[in-house]
């Protein structure tokens, strides 16, 4: 089945805590991207990636990192989390680039304390 | 900076009626893609439709369908013989300019089916 897993679903965490989510998809997409969604503000990009080793900034970078060793993972790491990363987290992917349909994880629920 | 507004926050209408839910943005682009997404309480983002702004005939799948007005940049999402499966946060999304990257996201309409 084609589809984006992230991992974990939910999480809570302290400030300052170093914490990853996954996100892996099966589809051979080149294009891989991390969204932040906040109540009145829709979905924000936080990064992106056009394929492996190239990523760039979206909208709203602060505090967050990416890699893209491989085609398929793009985790997104959150070196020192503070309580205004609290936020629903989304990875999506598509063949191409923002041009095509975005297939989307299941989003990540994350607390900070 | 660019934006996509979404003016209706809220939304609710009887079973098997039609709704549309409406959108604009503001891109300069000359060819681009425009985007109704689906946000179900699960939370799982789905398209809805895609919409190719170099193509005259808007764009239709099943019940869902869009008025695209270019020289207006609105583009807004008909649902026809609603359905309690259609309860959920609709997004409309367009590109940024000069970017094939990236998409600049409305706020979200909640739209909700009455039995």
């Known amino acids: 089945e084609a589809q984006v897993t992230q991992n974990p679903r939910y999480l809570i965490t302290v400030t300052g805590k170093k914490l990853t989510v996954t996100c892996s998809q099966n589809m051979n997409h080149e294009y891989m991207s991390w969204y932040r969604q906040d109540p009145g503000l829709g979905l924000r990009q936080i990064y992106y990636s056009m394929n492996v080793e190239v990523t760039d900034k979206g909208d709203v970078p602060e505090g967050y990192k990416v890699s893209r060793k491989e085609k398929r993972n793009f985790p997104l790491i959150l070196e020192s989390p503070s309580p205004n990363q609290t936020s629903l987290y989304f990875c999506?992917?598509?063949?191409?680039?923002?041009?095509?349909?975005?297939?989307f994880g299941p989003g990540t629920r994350l607390t900070v304390l | 900076a660019q934006t996509v507004t979404q003016s209706q926050p809220e939304m609710s209408v009887q079973e098997a009626e039609t709704v549309t839910l409406s959108c604009t943005y503001d891109?300069?682009?000359?060819?681009?893609?425009l985007f109704w997404y689906k946000q179900p309480p699960s939370r799982q983002m789905i398209l809805v439709i895609r919409?190719?702004?170099?193509k005259q005939q808007n764009a239709t799948e099943n019940r869902f369908s869009v008025n695209f007005q270019k020289a207006a940049k609105s583009f807004s999402l008909k649902i026809s013989d609603s359905q309690l499966g259609d309860t959920a946060m609709y997004f409309c999304?367009?590109?940024?300019?000069?970017?094939?990257?990236?998409?600049?996201w409305g706020a979200g309409t909640k739209l909700i089916i009455k039995p």
């Open positions: 891109t300069s682009e000359n060819n681009y893609y």
């Open positions: 919409q190719e702004a170099y």
């Open positions: 999506a992917s598509s063949p191409g680039g923002a041009g095509d349909t975005q297939y």
């Open positions: 999304a367009s590109p940024i300019l000069d970017s094939n990257y990236q998409l600049i």
